[in-house]
């Protein structure tokens, strides 16, 4: 059981819930995620199950998508609705002038992040240490808005790069209108490859564990932008050994997917007909 479970996580729960519970329902051995969530979000978390583990660095999720609300007139300790009120304005913008601010936000932006976001300070999430009273260091970070829309009064639609921080963004949008705001929802709809439609509830999990083959993502559909050079089983067996295999096979100089019969599959680099075994994804 190697491969990807799209989950739609719920509100509330921190994505190492997530993974938590799938490691439990599915008595699987390593489970991990890719693009953290936040709590109060809810959507996308793409889970690694056992061997997927191992392919999560080589899977693009340069690209995300995120549909969020501004509750326009109040902002909040923590950026979103489960705060404390610490400022309102009596400025609640109109549908012209919100659209009118929103170019100024895509390309290259600079941003602090929440400090009730995901982001680890020191090892540490930093809304846990900003739950216990502390102030994490938030340093500022460069992301990337390639669009934005406005979607209905007060919702938005945005495709964003990684470690974009939409709580952070809604309050900037606020104070380009001359007002305040907080986010109200956040619902990531793509990461990358993955999206809303792929993805099951926990609830869904427990009901259909034991038939996994209709929502499972196999490691070759996730990797299938990585080129693939087939190998045969003597091969397969020096590249788990370690072992540099020569072959006629003609491609360019570059990373590849070394794949056999025997449903051996390796990340490998290629080079003037010499296949150098770099990360074992799959045994036989």
Known sequence: MDGFLIIDKPEGRSSAFVDFVIKKCLKAEKVGHIGTLDPFATGVLAVAINGGTKAIPYINTKRKV???????????????????VIKVSNKIPTVSEIEGVLPQFIGEISQVPSIFSAIKVNGKRA???ARRGEVPDMKPRKVT?????LIGKSKFKAEVSPGTYIRTLT??????????GHTSSIRRTTD??????????LENLVEIKDNLSSVL???????????????SCQDAENLMLGRCIYTAFVGETGQYLASAANGFLEVVEFSGG??????LLRSF
């Open 171 to 180: 309050e900037d949008i606020a104070k380009a209108l001359g007002t305040v």
């Open 66 to 84: 995120y549909e969020f609300e501004i509750t326009f007139g109040s902002q909040t300790d923590t950026s979103d609705k489960t705060g404390k």
């Open 145 to 149: 808005i390639y669009s934005i829309e």
């Open 127 to 129: 809304y846990e240490l």
């Open 217 to 231: 993502i196999s490691l070759e559909n996730v990797l299938d932008d990585i080129p693939v050079i087939p190998v």
């Open 192 to 201: 990358g490859k993955f999206s809303n439609g792929q993805s099951i509830t």
């Open 274 to 279: 010499k296949i150098s075994p770099k990360k």
